[in-house]
């Protein structure tokens, strides 16, 4: 690829990644006026493309908000400690290194071979409550991307039973907090390739040695999967997740279904469970017809 090329490329990702997060800002009012952002930076490419974005939207943006980052050092043997710091420092921006060993407490705690994921995450969600508390920070920033919100909307319903995943916007477990998710309508691929071009400092995940969610590992190559076989069907299905109809799903907690009586007035989005959905109705079907003079038979 020419420099040129790529110039125009890396430009048109930067537009688009800054574009999709401000929407998802404005759609789901995360950031407003006087807003004291407190940035969770793991050392992963997520969490440092979400920092240098928020950073160039706050330059652009109508509202005056500030950012802090935030990282917990959690003890692994081998974390370069050294790396967020002198990284934060050459941007200029205001950081916090809170240093707690949950290593130590995971290790203790679960069987050897078994994954680590879940407890390591409580125990750093704990954490960073508390440093949001003593920081002063109404606002907590996950890098969270369209990716995991999908794949946790599949875990829940293969394996947990339930029509739920990663909000862009919800209050913290302890009812004290607003948690942020500003990456919630960018693409993974997008994310590693602004990585690379950034050439952000990452730092591995998998220092404890513990392995990926096996589950979610399989999720997402179901997803990979379908992209490929079927070019938009992960778009169609990211996009129901906020185009939900409560009456024609089946939880009684949701909609009183026992209230629903007939009014002699047309309902949107009435009962149309055996209507021909209009997706196949546009699909191109072989038809059989009969020639009757000819006794021929003919497809259309």
């Known amino acids: 690829m020419s420099p040129e ?29 006087g807003d004291r952002v407190m940035v969770c930076l793991s050392g992963g490419k997520d969490s440092y493309a979400l920092l240098d974005l928020l950073l160039t939207l706050r330059s652009r943006a109508p509202v005056r908000f500030e950012i802090i980052a935030v990282n917990l050092d959690q003890k692994q043997p081998g974390f370069p400690e050294d790396v967020l710091p002198a990284y934060l420092r050459s941007l200029g921006v205001p950081f916090h290194i809170e240093n707690q060993d949950t290593y130590s407490i995971v ?14 995450s409580r125990l750093r969600r704990g954490i960073l409550y508390r440093v949001a508390d003593e920081l002063g920070a109404t606002r907590i920033a996950l890098g969270h ?6 794949e946790t909307f599949f875990l829940n319903l293969f394996f947990g039973g339930k029509l739920k995943t990663m909000p862009p916007r919800l209050v913290s477990d302890d009812g004290r907090h607003v948690v942020i998710r500003p990456l919630a309508y960018v693409e993974e691929a997008d ?28 999720i997402k190559q179901l997803m990979r999967e379908w992209e490929k076989r079927h070019p938009g069907r992960v778009e169609n299905i990211f996009s129901s997740l906020s185009r939900v109809v409560p009456s024609h799903l089946m939880d009684r907690e949701l909609f009183d279904f026992s209230a629903a009586q007939p009014t002699g007035a047309p309902v949107p989005e009435g009962d149309i469970a055996f209507d021909v959905d209009p997706v196949f109705e546009a699909a191109p079907v072989q038809v059989a017809t009969i020639q009757l003079t000819t006794g021929s038979t003919a497809t259309s």
């Open 5 to 33: 090329k790529q110039a125009r490329e890396r430009g048109k990702l930067h537009k688009r990644l800054l574009r999709l997060t401000g929407e998802a800002i404005a759609h789901y009012d995360m950031i407003g006026e």
């Open 107 to 120: 290790r203790r705690v679960i069987p050897e071979g078994r994954t680590m994921c879940s407890l390591c």
């Open 145 to 150: 991307h369209r990716d995991d919100i999908l």
């Open 191 to 218: 994310l590693i390739a602004y990585a690379q071009w950034r050439e952000f400092p990452i730092i591995p995940c998998n220092l404890c040695g513990s392995q990926e969610n096996l589950k979610r590992r399989e």
